[in-house]
């Protein structure tokens, strides 16, 4: 793109010339967005969470259907740790904070943590 030029700023030639010729380029700049991070969220196995409850907190938090959240489970279980989902940084925080509530008040000890993809 060729530069835009602008007319003399003092074009009667008075005294407060400021030494600018008066010409001034405009260039456009392209702003690269940057993808965010996606970090993986897990269930951690204990030996005293009941598989079905597992079970409810993939469907119920992560919305997977019962031969998903089933799978998974049995993945976690075997294991010692299967993926629920990946997101972004805010959506993984708040899920793996849902979880890990939603289990306190049913008093299991089941463990949800997240780490970068």
Request: hydrophobic fraction near 30%; include cysteine.
């Amino acid at each position: 793109m060729p530069p835009l030029a602008v007319g003399p700023q003092n074009p009667g030639g008075d005294d407060n010339d400021d030494g600018r010729s008066g010409t001034a380029i405009i260039s456009k700049t392209k702003t690269r967005t940057k993808r965010p991070n996606l970090y993986r969220v897990l269930l951690l196995n204990d030996d005293y969470t009941p598989m079905e409850f597992v079970v409810h907190v993939l469907e119920r938090f992560f919305n997977k259907n019962r031969e998903d959240a089933t799978r998974i489970m049995l993945h976690v279980h075997q294991n010692g740790v299967g993926e629920c989902g990946v997101f972004t940084y805010e959506v993984a925080e708040t899920k793996v904070t849902q979880v890990m509530d939603f289990a306190r008040k049913h008093q299991h000890p089941l463990q949800c943590v997240m780490e970068k993809n």
